[in-house]
């Protein structure tokens, strides 16, 4: 199946002037290899016949490159003369463009599922579909709003106004486009931009623009610091690791009393007020390549108390609040229902018992799949206990923090793998304490075999429970069978522990003869005394 590419190679380069060595933006080398070569070997590997170039400066050398070079994709350059800007310049080749073609920039290093983007964009039968994605700067970005059904319903370029609320949400310079949507903007005078111009005019028409949020890796290359921090990502393998092809880890937040003060329901953006550390928290887990979601029941929206544009605005100053510090989301997903009625302003149709409300999986497992997440290396983060219960049903480890209810909800009966104090304490036990903890645990891992019994004693609050805890998670990799049997109910009195060994304070008789069953079948059980 023929499928085109426009490729805009137009660009001077003129902050790169003193990496380009007179060459042309697009042939500048990123990790040893020419941007363009990278370009158009994506693109053949993701199904695409056609690349057409729209170049101007240094035309020659293009011509010349595309013309040596071992490509398995045909490849037409056309000088398009004076400036036009990006989507003039796309007008401009009007005759020569397929019925639906995908815009490339010309200085983006990306590695994208670009199947997947196609496909998407067929489905949702757009006039055009943007690849967007948040980043750590969105105060100084130009902005793209999304409505609930994923079209596009404004943007917001740079300077913003001051006080604005607006999402992260990024246009990252790669779109899909349906030729037939530029018909009406043929007459347009130059130069014309897609991001500036072009884009809002059409939805101010009533076209319909879609949006694709993705974590893929798409960077601009457009001045030194950026190239050599691409070229870095691509030799640290980041490039690699952001493939979809890869399950992604990911860390799930709960939003009110674990990352925003919980001072009642958040009805109002000027309610909402982040936690102390919070942003510096999600920065760090960003950093380290995990995805943040943010999973949160708003219950508000049914009962009538708060609308579906006030809860964006809320999510909108999260995500502005967390922008400065350079933090981002990579989701939120919010379940508007809520079950009880008897509320003045009530919602009807949202009265209802549904699968998405916490404890419910459905928001994590939509999430999981949008995200591509293994499970089995992710965390979930809250402070209730139908945080932790959601978390345990949804084979996520989970985290309990002591702010916001700290547990003490009592709508489920559900313990957590970890308490914290807060989400700063989370992310330093993700992120530095549990991989800490699997390099001392692994040579006593490798020493475990099926039938053992494993004690775990020491001095209370020393962590028995979270090394039983990781030491469980180990043996399940290895598939080893294994439980934890807590020895509270098995603690001597005073008077009658014999000796002072650690081993003196449990009935360990009577606790082992009550686990031999366990024991008969194989497993190995960590005993945690506290």
């Keep these: 199946m023929k499928r085109q590419a426009v490729i805009l190679a137009g660009g001077k380069g003129t902050r790169l002037q003193e990496r380009l060595a007179g060459r042309p933006k697009p042939l500048i080398d990123v990790g040893g290899v020419p941007l363009l070569e990278r370009q158009l070997t994506l693109l053949a590997s993701n199904g695409f016949t056609e690349a057409l170039l729209l170049v101007n400066h240094a035309a020659d050398q293009i011509e010349a490159f595309c013309a040596s070079a071992r490509l398995e994709i045909s490849v037409t350059t056309i000088n398009d003369g004076d400036a036009k800007g990006t989507a003039g ?138 190239l050599d921090k691409a070229s870095h990502h691509l030799e640290t393998g980041l490039v690699e690791r952001a493939r979809r092809k890869h399950l992604q880890k990911a860390v799930f937040f709960d939003r009110d009393g674990t990352l925003n003060d919980l001072a009642g329901y958040v009805r109002h953006h000027s309610e909402f007020s982040l936690l102390p550390g919070t942003a510096e928290a999600i920065r760090r887990l960003n950093e380290a390549e995990y995805r943040v979601a943010v999973i949160t029941n708003q219950p508000v929206i049914a009962r009538g108390e708060a609308s579906v544009e006030d809860l964006t605005l809320i999510h909108n100053k999260m995500e502005t609040e967390l922008g400065r510090k350079g933090a981002w989301l990579d989701l939120i997903k919010y379940c508007p229902h809520h079950p009880d009625s008897g509320f003045p302003d009530e919602v009807k149709s949202l009265k209802i018992t549904c699968d998405c409300r916490k404890p419910g999986i459905a928001m994590i497992e939509e999430a999981s799949t949008q995200l591509n997440i293994d499970k089995k290396i992710s965390w979930m983060v809250g402070d209730s206990t139908t945080d932790v219960l959601a978390a345990n049903r949804a084979g996520l480890r989970s985290v309990l923090v002591r702010t916001g209810e700290g547990g003490l909800d009592h709508r489920a009966n559900a313990r957590p793998d970890v308490i914290v104090d807060d989400v700063a304490a989370a992310t330093r036990f993700i ?100």
């Design 89 to 226: 310049a796309v007008l401009s080749a009007y005759s020569q463009l397929d019925e639906r073609f995908l815009v490339v920039y010309g200085d983006t290093l990306f590695d994208v599922d670009l199947e997947r983007f196609w496909r998407v964009h067929v489905e949702a039968a757009a006039e055009a579909t943007l690849f967007l994605h948040p980043n750590d700067h969105p105060n100084d970005s130009d902005l793209v709003a999304l409505g609930h059904s994923g079209n596009i319903t404004g943007f917001y370029g740079y300077p913003h106004p001051a006080g604005s609320l607006l999402p992260n949400l990024v246009n990252a310079a790669l779109y899909i486009v349906e030729r037939q949507a530029l018909s009406r903007w043929l007459q347009q005078s130059f130069p014309l931009d897609f991001a500036k111009d072009l884009f809002p005019a059409m939805v101010a028409a009533g076209q319909r623009l879609r949006g694709y949020t993705s974590f893929e890796y798409i960077k601009d290359i457009g001045t030194p610091d950026r």
């Design 431 to 530: 992120l530095d304490v549990y991989p800490s903890l699997c390099i001392v645990l692994e040579p006593l891992v490798r020493k475990i075999r099926p039938g053992d019994l494993v004690m775990i004693g020491g001095c209370a609050k020393l962590g028995k429970t979270t090394i039983a805890t990781v030491l469980s998670w180990f043996l399940n990799e290895k598939q080893y069978s294994n439980r934890v049997l807590e020895l509270d109910c098995f603690i001597r009195s005073a008077t009658s522990r014999d000796g002072g060994s650690v081993f003196s304070r449990y009935e360990l008789e009577l606790a082992i003869e009550l686990i031999s069953p366990w024991l008969s079948n194989g497993e190995s059980i960590a005993i945690i005394p506290r």
